[in-house]
């Protein structure tokens, strides 16, 4: 207990320590409390955040801040347009089809398993995989009715959701334009000694950044690589699977393994088993192998310094905290920690070379 006790003393004895505590603190509650409430403004910072790599980019090249920002800004809006026209549509009919489709594919699979046990009744018997099917039945049931409670609520939801779309691009424009006037408002409410927290805050938002903005390029690529590898080889729910595909970048190794059964389950029953069920499969994981041996290095060679270990505990512990937000966010908040972690052992090295220094 007096290691614990001394370690604690000297620790929070620093007021940047301190002061680096509270914000950390602070933010938490903020978020844990008033998350619903702020969602527009949190989805606005986010996107602004993804949006102002570009707008230093433009800068660079010689343009001034306004246009920079205004090109950037009518360029997002054009693709948000062309996403919410076109591709929301597809995916939503896509995803009805496939719930409704979904009790099909798994009867025809059931039976061929039962099949199979008959011949190899050493490893299952039927009785078991009823039992296996039953309860997948009955998760089927619950997702169709989530579904269907979603689209009802999303009609009855339909004027916020009206308002969140004008609201948000407005609050984006705003973020980007008005970005060195928020930090210095910040700025001026800090106390002047906090060179940790700006430590901390710059490597947090250089690496979060980074690792945001090569994560929606990676799902990008994957997702549009493998819509035109899944209409090519003619599977049904293409703009689905190549959504799901996508996003299953944002889980490392997890996201990969999930997905690889509902592409096997719809090639299933497409073709049953035979070549173009086993073509489909293979290029699904050669998408995955591009993706995780040429892709994602290329992209985050140098972003995210975490251990494999390391990216499945964030999953598991920010997934349990906030859901599946926590599960898409766990490294970019796990890059947050690592930075707080890294700063503050920079200080404290620092700081004991200083009071060595001094005493010398």
């Not at 930090?183 to 690792?211: C, H, I, M, Q």
């Not at 899944?230 to 190549?242: C, E, M, Q, R």
């Not at 310094?305 to 349990?320: D, E, S, Y």
């Not at 966010?329 to 200080?347: N, R």
Request: charged letters at 10%.
């Amino acid at each position: 207990m007096n290691v614990i006790s001394n370690w604690i003393r000297q620790a929070f004895s620093d007021r940047q320590v301190v002061l680096l505590m509270s914000a950390l603190v602070f933010g938490l509650i903020a978020v844990y409390f008033f998350a619903d409430m702020l969602a527009p403004a949190i989805a606005a910072v986010v996107i602004a955040f993804l949006l102002d790599g570009a707008v230093t980019w433009l800068k660079k090249r010689g343009l001034k801040h306004i246009y920079a920002v205004i090109i950037t800004f009518v360029l997002f809006m054009c693709i948000a347009v062309v996403v919410v026209v076109t591709v929301l549509p597809l995916l939503f009919n896509q995803v009805l089809q496939f719930v409704n489709a979904t009790p099909q594919m798994v009867g025809a699979l059931q039976k061929y398993l039962v099949s199979l046990a008959a011949n190899f009744p050493d490893l299952f018997n039927q009785t078991q995989v009823n039992g296996w099917f039953t309860d997948l039945g009955r998760e089927i049931a619950v997702m169709g009715r989530d579904v269907l409670q979603y689209s009802v609520s999303g009609v009855r939801g339909a004027m916020t959701t009206a308002v969140y779309m004008v609201l948000v691009p407005v609050m984006v424009f705003f973020f980007l334009k008005d970005k060195v006037m928020i930090t210095n408002w910040f700025n001026s409410v800090l106390p002047v000694e906090r060179g940790l927290l700006t430590k901390v805050w710059r490597e947090a938002v250089s690496r979060s950044g980074d690792y945001a903005r090569g994560k929606v390029y990676e799902i990008i690529i994957v997702g549009v690589t493998s819509y035109v590898i899944y209409k090519f080889l003619g599977i049904n729910f293409a703009t689905l699977l190549a959504v799901a595909t996508g996003l299953s970048v944002l889980i490392p190794y997890i996201g990969a393994a999930i997905v690889t059964l509902p592409v096997a389950l719809v090639a299933y029953a497409q073709w049953g088993f035979g070549s173009e069920m086993l073509s489909a499969v293979i290029a699904y994981l050669i998408l995955q192998a591009f993706d995780g041996n040429l892709l994602a290095p290329l992209l985050f060679s140098e972003v995210v310094k975490l251990h494999p270990n390391a990216i499945i505990i964030a999953i598991l512990v920010f997934g349990g905290i906030w859901g599946l937000w926590g599960v898409f966010f766990a490294i970019p908040l796990a890059t947050a920690a690592h930075a707080v972690i890294h700063s503050w052992q920079e200080h404290r090295d620092d700081g004991r070379k200083s009071g060595t220094t001094d005493s010398a």
